[in-house]
């Protein structure tokens, strides 16, 4: 544990495994006040709509944004077609439901615009074999240059 380091959502420590952890980065993983969700939908049975309905039913309290380059809207909310497009203040997490490959810009799309925290749910990086771990170094390397923890 690191002495001190306490979540205002939780009020408890924080643990590391080695290195150095970033309250801002943590935080806006474990306790959001806003989201934008990359791979939003509409369309029943697909991930992203089921991860819209989640958060819905869940009874996420803060502001959620929708990116999906393929609709103008979704379930009756503006989207937008990056993350690079969105309107106002950067949310604190995104949540991305894209194919592996488009991973790496997303995530360097969120750096660029302040986002701070990602959470990705896109099959095909180490469970990819050789390209798929490739690829999982090249989200690392995005990541870190955009300062967006996942």
């Known amino acids: 544990m690191i002495a001190g380091t306490k979540l205002a959502c939780t009020g408890r420590n924080l643990l590391t ?14 306790c ?16 992203g709509d089921v991860l819209r309905r989640n958060l819905e039913r869940a009874g996420f309290k803060g502001e959620v944004q929708y990116v999906n380059p393929g609709h103008a809207e979704i379930a009756g909310r503006p989207a937008f077609p990056s993350v690079r497009d969105l309107p106002g203040p950067p949310a ?41 771990r490739a690829l999982e170094a090249e989200l690392r390397l995005s990541a870190r240059r955009a300062g967006v923890r996942f």
């Open 17 to 30: 495994q080695g290195g150095v952890v970033s309250k801002s980065g943590v935080k806006a993983v474990l």
């Open 92 to 132: 604190d997490l995104a949540i991305i439901a894209t194919p592996a490959l488009t991973v790496p810009d997303v995530v360097s799309q969120c750096g660029a615009t302040g986002v701070r925290g990602a959470i990705v749910v896109s099959a095909g990086f180490r469970d990819g074999r050789e390209a798929g």
């Open 32 to 47: 959001p006040r806003s989201v934008v969700l990359v791979g939003a939908s509409d369309v029943p049975g697909t991930l």
